[in-house]
């Protein structure tokens, strides 16, 4: 490994020379397994993500595209694009590995990231690990971390990678506090509801946070690895930034490319699960046959298809909902799909950029829902309810929509939960259904096995 990844490494740094700009030298091999693949400690550019049968585990940035504003996912496009065309790849790896990954601000404001890391590791349910190793040449000084130390890194961390993650412990003397209080954000789901009888919009998600602190920071690895045991059916991530972690397991799609198909997902509406079988089967049939829910879930559908229908041929939608079982809610879903009109110009970014925020996250209408949040939920969303995922060489890639999900901060965790409301909408109900959401991360976070709060 060393000897091929120096080898692409001395060839990027001439390219550079040559070229007057900077390129990215990529070299992928196939490795035995890593059980489990976890963070040990988290890094700058720490990324973890686990979703149906793909593991991906990455730390360290060869490159970094930092974005903001409306255009952040064409700025992001264009320059990943432009770092791809010129790429020096090597080594017998698969070349659709993931190789650029990172998170996307809900808002317009600072804060997206998607890096190029150093080391990457990806698996699926079976088979072989991909590994990959990156560097930057620049034009002047060449490759900016010696190629050796990097691989020599690379062996270290996957050794260290492999120890088994803390078994769970009862956490005591956490303080927990709502921000805003349970009555403040109450009236605002109130105030909601009245713009949308008043006709101003016809659906809002309106967030709430709460603000943990823990007797000491929780250890990274065995979060995720709860949170992947625990939450059947979602994306678990992490996204670090070096002092701060974001991670979370949520159950929506934002948008995967593959093979010249794109697949969305209509996320919406959320009953809590039963306590016992009959409940469960009667709140199962109370979502199905619910309007409110069929209405909230019907406003996702039809964007997400309108979005696809710009950019791609067949697009399917079914006409009736699914449900969507997690352990402590259930939501309404269905699956929206299409084939890419050209798919050399449209990749995964593009479709994030086309879809991203769904009114599962925002409104609907978007800018008129988009105007009152920001000025009604005063706080920013930063990464949560943003798309985080993976881009490969190929433009293919996964995008969820980051639910469900904390900022850690050394001892400090701040969850975040969100609720759509439209007309007849319940301020105590909603509020309820903000802890069933906070509930995932709270119980890895506490380990306090608890049901429903
Ligand atoms: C905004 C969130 O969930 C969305 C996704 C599914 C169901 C939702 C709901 O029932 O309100 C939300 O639209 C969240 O979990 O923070």
Not at 355 to 364: E, F, R, S
Request: charged letters at 25%; one cysteine or more.
């Amino acid at each position: 490994m060393h000897a091929g990844f120096e080898e692409i490494c001395a060839k990027a740094a001439a390219e550079a020379g040559n070229a007057g700009h900077p390129v990215l030298a990529v070299w992928r091999e196939e490795i035995e397994r890593v059980e489990p693949l976890l963070p040990s400690t988290p890094s700058r550019g720490t990324f973890f993500w686990s979703s149906g049968d793909l593991t991906i585990l990455a730390m360290d940035r060869a490159a970094a595209f930092p974005a903001e504003g409306p255009n952040r996912f064409a700025e992001v496009r264009r320059a990943w694009e432009r770092a791809a065309r010129t790429m020096v790849g090597g080594g017998p790896g698969d070349r659709a590995t993931p190789a650029l990954v990172g998170a996307f601000s809900f808002g317009d404001g600072p804060g997206s990231l998607m890096w190029v890391p150093r080391v990457l590791v990806a698996q699926r349910a079976r088979g072989p690990a991909t590994l990959c190793l990156a560097a930057r040449a620049d034009p002047v000084h060449g490759v900016e971390d010696d190629a050796a130390r990097t691989a020599w890194r690379a062996v270290s961390w996957l050794a260290n990678t492999v120890v088994r993650p803390c078994p769970p412990l009862p956490v005591t003397g956490a303080v927990i506090e709502e921000l805003p209080t349970a009555g403040e954000w109450k009236a605002m789901v109130a105030r909601a509801v009245g713009h949308i009888e008043a006709g101003r919009f016809s659906k809002v998600v309106l967030a709430r946070r709460l603000r943990v602190r823990l007797p000491y920071p929780p250890d990274l690895g065995g979060l995720l690895h709860t949170l992947v045991g625990a939450q059947p059916g979602t994306t678990v991530f992490a996204a670090g930034t070096g002092t701060r972690t974001f991670a979370g397991a949520t159950p929506e799609r934002l948008v995967a490319v593959r093979g010249g198909r794109a697949e969305t997902m209509s996320l919406a509406a959320t009953l809590p699960r039963g306590s016992t079988g009959g409940d469960d089967a009667r709140l199962r049939a109370e979502l199905l046959g619910d309007a409110k829910c069929r209405r909230e879930q019907a406003i996702v559908t039809d964007m997400l298809r309108g979005a696809l229908a710009g950019v791609c041929h067949e697009v399917e939608a079914p006409d009736e909902p699914e449900v969507l079982d997690l352990p402590h809610v259930r939501h309404l879903h269905s699956r929206v799909r299409g084939r890419i009109a050209d798919p050399e110009t449209t990749g995964v970014l593009d479709l994030v950029e086309r879809l991203h925020p769904t009114p599962a996250v925002g409104g609907h209408p978007r800018e008129e829902a988009l105007g009152w949040l920001r000025a009604a939920e005063r706080f920013d969303r930063g990464w949560y309810s943003g798309p985080i995922g993976w881009v490969n060489a190929g433009h293919e890639g996964d995008f969820a929509v980051a639910l469900r999900s904390a900022l850690l901060d050394g001892a400090v965790a701040t969850l975040f939960a969100g609720c759509g409301i439209v007309a007849g909408s319940d301020p105590e109900r909603e509020l309820a259904e903000t802890w069933l959401k906070f509930r995932p991360m709270l119980s890895a976070l506490l380990d306090d096995q608890g049901g429903p709060r």
